[in-house]
């Protein structure tokens, strides 16, 4: 199972990104920042579906995207939420119902260990 | 095993392309020097490059500004070691061709001048010996010496040939902002569109291709254009017009039908160029069904053509140092094999071209577990 996770940063900011291993990955977060760093929500599925899904975000969800300098970061820029960006992954799987992702966590950070999963 | 996906529809939205597409015509507007300079003034580059400029004493130096005058042909010397060889074929067919030939559109050209009065060429040696070529050949009335013929030229004072040398790089490419593919499609587009001049073949068939891509609502547009958020658009332009017509028409008409919602991936046009081929080849329709089933298959394994590409691209990788024992470059022939062997793995029934089926030998064997898994 592949993994694609929103991620909420320790001044609140809004991201995204995908894992195989979201454990590993909470902990780089939890590293980088000093602090533990909680991934909102993590979706579970086919590997291809969940970088698709990430992809889209990157490009028609892209006006929301928080640039530093020219480069394009994988947060949400000031003033786009978690809920925002909960909403547009949700309306992306509504409207492209052939995707294989459901949410596996909420509020998750790596202390929980692993998800159990069906 | 019957075939095991069906095709899902997504809600079909306005696309803001209709209205915003910058080849549907022309801004239509003209601006002066002043407007130009304004935005320099406002670029933070601009004022980075003129702050270096007081920075290192550095003025604009008039003595090195090129000369313009009149000079007869025969005063031109060509150095070979600065210019290219003449590529008579370039002179024949595309400055001289005889549809499109036209004085107006002819450029000075470059050259030094030696204190010796000797002019020597930088650039323009293939317009000038086409233009000295039809007067030798008695193709401009009232002149009969080319070697008298006067023609602008533009020049500095020189000795220095290693000043010809970095001007030939330099006006060549090296140094000089190219037009883009997308800037040369506009062009083409717009002398149809916009000047109603249909005088150029080429022209006329990129324009073609344009409306028939975007009569499925498929728009090329500039690469790292903020236009690429939209569905339908796509930059890669040398593949594009490398497809006929009708396959553009059959690959866009897919697109708009199954994955209107996407931006056009470049896979696309590969993997329709070679179906288009090799169907038409063996005389085997390319059937509403099967085009429907491909895009049924790819929702379902992939997504859309973007995660297809990553994975028969990683899954060709394997494949190639498996077979080959060392690691091997991408082939686009593979986009269109590799659809039509996982159709068939995955329980597709209609007929395809036999020459998709026996290239690149198991290497749908080779994509992830996942989505092999998927078959059983």
Known sequence: ?118 | MTFKFNYEEVVRKPNPMVEINPLKRGKGRTVNLQDRVDKLNKSAAWKKTTKLWTAMNKTFDLTRFPQVSMEPLGALDIDEDIQRELDEKHCANRIANPAVFDPALLQPVICIKTSKGKFISIDAQHTVSTVAGLIDAGLMPGVTDWKEFKFPFMYIETNNLSYARKAFSILNGKGKKKQSQYQQLRNSVFVIRIDKDRSDEDDVKVEKLVAAAESHLCFPVEEDSTLLKHPGTFSNISTFKSLSINEIDTACGWHDKYFHYEGVHVSLFFIYRDLCREFGSAKIPLSEKLQEELAAMIQKLFGNLSQFQESVTEAHRRWHEKSYGYKGSWNDDAYACALVQLYQKFGGKEKVAPTLLDRFDNLIEFFDEDIMGLAD
């Open chain 1, 1 to 118: 199972m592949y993994h694609l996770y929103l991620v909420t940063s320790v001044g609140g900011r809004a991201g995204f990104g995908i894992a195989t291993d979201y454990r590993e990955r909470n902990k780089q977060y939890a590293s980088h920042s000093g602090d533990i760093v909680k991934f909102s929500y993590i979706y579970g599925g086919l590997r291809t579906h969940a970088k698709a899904i990430e992809r889209t975000i990157k490009t028609q969800f892209s006006d929301n995207i928080w640039i530093v300098d020219d480069w394009k970061t994988e947060w949400l820029k000031d003033g786009v939420t978690m809920q925002d960006l909960k909403a547009y992954v949700d309306q992306l799987l509504k409207e492209r119902s052939f995707y294989r992702l459901t949410v596996i966590a909420e509020d998750y950070d790596f202390k929980q260990g692993l998800i159990a999963t069906n």
